[in-house]
């Protein structure tokens, strides 16, 4: 995915003064000649439309909208759609009206789409990557029947227990950090930062509609030096809609 922002000035003057004047008044008469007909020569009438078009285009050409500046990133809606409703390979991105999740795209992040054994093995139901650097991605797994989440620890090693490159990253890392967050509508959020000699990785989860959804950014330790600002806006970007 702000807030925008009077004493009364001095009176101009402090007195009021009164002055009299009194002015003589000259009246002069003058013969006004009177002025010579002139006569305007007619424009030619390709000349008329010429200008007339132009004036037309002035004024129905609306200047260029700030808005419509595309963005470097595009919203991607998931569906979180069960193994056995799950139409075979990927097709949810466009599903806007039954969405039960959102995340932003890097613009030129290509998607790894996902099989149905694969959605039904493990919970993943969306990933994309940066084809310049295949192993910098974000993905999102979900599991069902989750009414609310457990204590932070227990969500972070469950969560490893089916995805074995998160097992990898966490035991390479220097650093685990977590805290809960609530956004403006008081859904609370586990967040999760690894930080590791290899391997950088941020995780949000949460539960929603009876699941618990994670989303997951990944990076190779010198391509999150260098792509700091994106991954974090793209980490910062996923909510779930209720």
Request: proline residues 5%; aromatic residues 10%.
């Amino acid at each position: 995915m702000a807030t925008i922002f009077s004493s009364s000035p001095p009176p101009i003057f402090s007195s009021s003064t009164t002055t009299t004047t009194t002015t003589t008044t000259t009246t002069t008469t003058t013969t006004i000649s009177k002025p010579l007909l002139s006569f305007k020569l007619k424009q030619p009438l390709t000349t008329t439309l010429t200008a007339a078009a132009a004036i037309a285009t002035i004024l129905t050409t609306s200047p260029p909208s700030i808005a419509a500046e595309s963005s470097p990133y595009n919203i991607y809606y998931g569906t979180a759609a069960s193994a056995a409703n799950y139409g075979g390979y990927g097709g949810n991105s466009n599903k806007k009206d039954s969405a039960e999740y959102i995340y932003d795209v890097p613009e030129g992040w290509k998607e790894r789409l996902i099989s149905k054994v694969e959605k039904g093995t493990n919970g993943t139901d969306s990933e994309f990557y940066n084809p310049k650097k295949r192993t910098e991605k974000e993905y999102l797994t979900f599991l069902s029947g989750f009414r609310q989440l457990a204590p932070k620890d227990a969500v972070l090693n469950n969560l490893a227990l089916s995805d074995v490159n998160l097992q990898d990253i966490i035991s390479g890392a220097d650093n685990v950090s977590s805290e809960e967050v609530k956004d403006e509508n008081g859904q609370v959020y586990y967040v999760y930062e690894i930080d590791g000699v290899a391997y950088h990785s941020l995780i949000s989860v949460t539960c929603a509609n009876n699941k618990l959804y994670a989303h997951f950014v990944n990076a190779p330790t010198p391509e999150w030096n260098k792509d700091k600002d994106l991954l974090t806006h793209v980490h910062k970007s996923f909510k779930t809609i209720v």
